[in-house]
């Protein structure tokens, strides 16, 4: 959002495009014009009966650890506080391409915190397509059963670039 470039028209645009869910730019709630331009986006993508997903750089599990927790709920709270109850408001980032143990499980721990102060929005994990950890089959399988069931998360995203060979 603090690029003066980057404007409310980008939301016209997914909307021709098919989109009805799109994450939208970072927003630093400590910067009152990203903040405004993010209700803008916000309000433009009610109208155009869309939702969207904030990266607020908060509630992620990036340094979500068990001894950090607390401090990432109430960083959490405070970004929440801000967008709650908007209509057009789907949820929050929690973050991208978890790639060891220790990062699924603070993004188990980021997703539940986040369930937790907002049980009405869906957070937004996305894992990559072939390489999020664990590797197997079978544990990939394990862990998504546990994320499930100690989050309340109902979807994950899997990103996959293949299909896109060749433009």
Known sequence: MSDENYTVKEVDRWHECGFNVMMA???????????????????R???????????????????CTADRAEGEEK????????????PALFGFHAGDEPSDEGDLDNAI?????QKKVAPELTPYLNLMGGGTY???KEKLVAW????????????????????MIND
């Open 25 to 43: 730019g970072v927003t630093n709630i400590n910067d009152e014009n990203q903040v405004k331009k993010t209700f803008e986006f916000l309000d």
């Open 45 to 63: 993508a009610q109208e155009l009966g869309m939702k969207l997903i904030l990266d607020c750089e908060e509630g992620t599990y990036w340094g």
């Open 75 to 86: 960083k959490f709270r405070r970004v929440y506080e801000v967008f709650k109850g908007h």
């Open 109 to 113: 721990r980021a997703v539940g915190i």
């Open 134 to 136: 664990p590797k197997s």
């Open 144 to 163: 998504m059963k546990r994320y499930k069931e100690e989050t309340g998360a109902k979807m994950v995203c899997f990103d996959l670039y293949s299909q």
